[in-house]
Nanobody, 125 residues
Framework: QVQLMESGGGSVRAGGSLTLSCAAS????????MAWFRQAPGQGREGVAA???????SVRGMFEDRFTISRNFAKDTLYLEMINLEPEDTGMYFC???????????????????WGPGTRVTVSR
């Protein structure tokens, strides 16, 4: 069974940093593309960033100067480094993996085969 588990969330003050991790229970190397999504309280889920099987990345424009997505193929782990956090970044952050998608995108949450339960990020003023 394909499983993902996020970690690294927490409470920080505005301007602080966090690095989220997403550990996969399966070999993601060259098989899965992956992505980060988030959901603010009372809002729908939105895409943050995606990374392809070959390591190419794409980050939603509004996050490009603050968020970095990366993956460690040897550890089957996905990361999201976040700097200069703002209160508006508060929410649940989810990682997702897709084996069937030719290309993973943050613009849609369809075509993802596995999702983690999420990790909570709280940013205070």
């Amino acid at each position: 069974q394909v499983q993902l588990m996020e970690s690294g969330g927490g409470s920080v003050r505005a301007g602080g940093s966090l690095t989220l991790s997403c550990a996969a229970s399966f070999n993601t190397d060259a098989t899965y593309c992956m992505a980060w999504f988030r959901q603010a309280p009372g809002q729908g889920r939105e895409g943050v960033a995606a990374i392809q099987r070959d390591g190419r990345t794409s980050v939603r424009g509004m996050f490009e100067d603050r968020f970095t997505i990366s993956r460690n193929f040897a550890k089957d782990t996905l990361y999201l480094e976040m700097i200069n956090l703002e209160p508006e970044d508060t929410g649940m952050y989810f990682c997702a993996a897709s084996r069937r998608a030719y290309y993973c995108t943050w613009s849609s949450d369809e075509d993802y085969d596995a999702w983690g339960p999420g990790t909570r990020v709280t940013v205070s003023r």
